[in-house]
């Protein structure tokens, strides 16, 4: 079946450092990526998306290329903040069912 | 701005009651979603309707039950709770009728504590 697959967390950064969490798919057709985040006590909220190969998904300072030759699709942001950290899933839509991977937790330190 | 709404937020409750988590959605989505989060963040599936009088069970097992009468309402319920039952509870929806992809849009997701 569909899976993803995350870096394994917790990262932890100092502000202004640069931030990569990797993700890696395998799927049986052409899905949809995601980057969602889950701030302390609250849902998911999408961070970011991307619907087709080379399409580049950004929001908020964070981005993310959907590479289907590497089958990844891997968060990055230039200087991150103490109000990213957060829990950032990647996920997969494929066939109307969204399949996420396990998770990262992020903490940035002033 | 997603306008997904559960209700309530939290909720301690004994063994053996029973108990709905309310979920409500202003888009008009079609499909809706129940997940479980357990301590270690990772998310299942436990039900899901892509209209009203549909509901399907989802990859996880779960001795809850849902219901879509209305488009915009998905309660979920718990005849008796048990102390295993006790997690987040997140409530989604999407558009599209067809298979597609469409993000999905949560709710705040209901904290169930069961003693």
């Known amino acids: 079946g569909d899976s993803v697959t995350q870096m394994e967390g917790p990262v932890t950064l100092s502000e202004e450092a640069f931030l990569t969490i990797n993700c890696t798919y395998t799927?049986?057709?052409?899905?949809?990526l995601f980057w969602y985040v889950q701030y302390p006590g609250e849902g998911l909220q999408l961070l970011l998306k991307a619907t087709k190969a080379d399409d580049k998904g950004s929001n908020k300072g964070f981005e993310a290329t959907y590479r289907k030759e590497t089958t990844s699709f891997h968060l990055e942001k230039g200087s991150v903040q103490v109000s990213d950290s957060a829990v950032y899933f990647c996920?997969?839509?494929?066939?109307?069912?969204?399949?996420f991977g396990q998770g990262t937790i992020l903490t940035v330190h002033p | 701005e997603a306008d997904i709404y559960q209700t309530p937020r939290y909720l301690v409750i004994g063994t053996g009651k029973k108990i709905t988590l309310e979920c409500s959605q202003t888009m008009g989505h079609d499909k809706m979603y129940w997940y479980q989060q357990d301590p270690g963040m990772e998310l299942h599936l436990i039900h899901y309707?892509?209209?009203?009088?549909?509901?399907e069970k989802g990859d996880l097992s779960s001795e809850s039950t849902v219901s879509r009468i209305r488009t915009e309402h998905f309660p979920l319920t718990l005849e008796s709770a048990r102390p295993s039952h006790t997690s987040q509870y997140l409530c989604a929806s999407s558009v599209g009728r067809l298979a597609g992809g469409y993000e999905q849009y949560f709710g705040p997701g209901t904290r169930l504590t069961v003693t």
């Open positions: 309707s892509y209209g009203v009088n549909s509901t």
């Open positions: 996920a997969l839509v494929l066939g109307g069912k969204l399949t």
């Open positions: 799927a049986t057709g052409y899905p949809s």
